[in-house]
């Protein structure tokens, strides 16, 4: 079984900033994609930001220049830091690794989610 655990969620106010981070544990082989999700109460959830194995990044026109996704490939950790935050980040964020595990079997493993809320 994979596992993923977030933390670093909280209430700050808008302009400051936070840092998310996801460790995955469990017999994983790779992790292919990392993706950071987010879901706003009576919204669909979006997905924020990805990066690869090879380290390309994409992320949400809303949140460009502002967050910066990044991995630890040796800790199997993604990041997320949130610079900038306005109160529309608010959300409940979740990390999605796409991965392979030592029986090669393809995964989408997801973490519990963890609350940010920025307030005006």
């Known amino acids: 079984q994979v596992q993923l655990v977030e933390s670093g969620g909280g209430l700050v106010q808008a302009g400051e900033s936070l840092r998310l981070s996801c460790a995955a544990s469990g017999n994983i082989l790779v992790i292919e994609v990392w993706g950071w999700y987010r879901q706003a109460p009576g919204k669909e959830r979006e997905l924020v930001a990805t990066i690869s194995s090879g380290g390309s990044t994409n992320l949400v026109d809303s949140v460009k220049g502002r967050f910066t996704i990044s991995r630890d490939n040796a800790r199997n950790t993604v990041y997320l830091q949130m610079n900038s935050l306005k109160p529309e980040d608010t959300a409940v964020y979740y990390c999605?690794?796409?991965?392979?595990?030592?029986?090669?079997?393809?995964?989408?493993?997801w973490g519990q989610g963890t609350q940010v809320t920025v307030s005006s």
């Open positions: 999605n690794a796409e991965l392979r595990n030592t029986n090669l079997l393809p995964i989408s493993a």
